[in-house]
Nanobody, 123 residues
Framework: QVQLVESGGGLVQVGGSLRLSCAAS????????MGWFRQAPGKEREAVTT????????YYADSVKGRFTISRDNAKNTVYLQMNSLKPEDTAVYYC????????????????WGQGTQVTVSS
């Protein structure tokens, strides 16, 4: 099992930036595809972005392409989400997720979750 702890959420104005971090512990980090998902009030959880084991491949939801960037540092067991040009519709709880030996594009394969961090974009 892997334990995931997110940090970096907060309140930001429209057009601002935030960087989320997710620290992993437990099993070998480089054997996990990693991802960020989010859930806004009254909405279902959705995939935001995912990254492959060594970071060579990524997926982005259309709504965040060109604004968000996922990266990982396997030496630090950490995955990051750089969020730029934030919009009110980005307001949500953001969850870090892991998929053991999974494919980054298999969004339903992410079965390990962090506790979430709140991101609020104010206008």
């Amino acid at each position: 099992q892997v334990q995931l702890v997110e940090s970096g959420g907060g309140l930001v104005q429209v057009g601002g930036s935030l960087r989320l971090s997710c620290a992993a512990s437990g099993r070998t980090f480089s054997n996990y595809a990693m991802g960020w998902f989010r859930q806004a009030p009254g909405k279902e959880r959705e995939a935001v972005t995912t990254i492959s084991w060594v970071g060579g491949s990524t997926y982005y939801a259309d709504s965040v392409k060109g604004r968000f960037t996922i990266s990982r540092d396997n030496a630090k067991n950490t995955v990051y989400l750089q969020m730029n040009s934030l919009k009110p519709e980005d307001t949500a709880v953001y969850y870090c997720a892991a998929s053991w030996h999974g494919a980054y594009y298999d969004l339903k394969g992410f079965g390990s979750w962090g506790q979430g961090t709140q991101v609020t974009v104010s206008s």
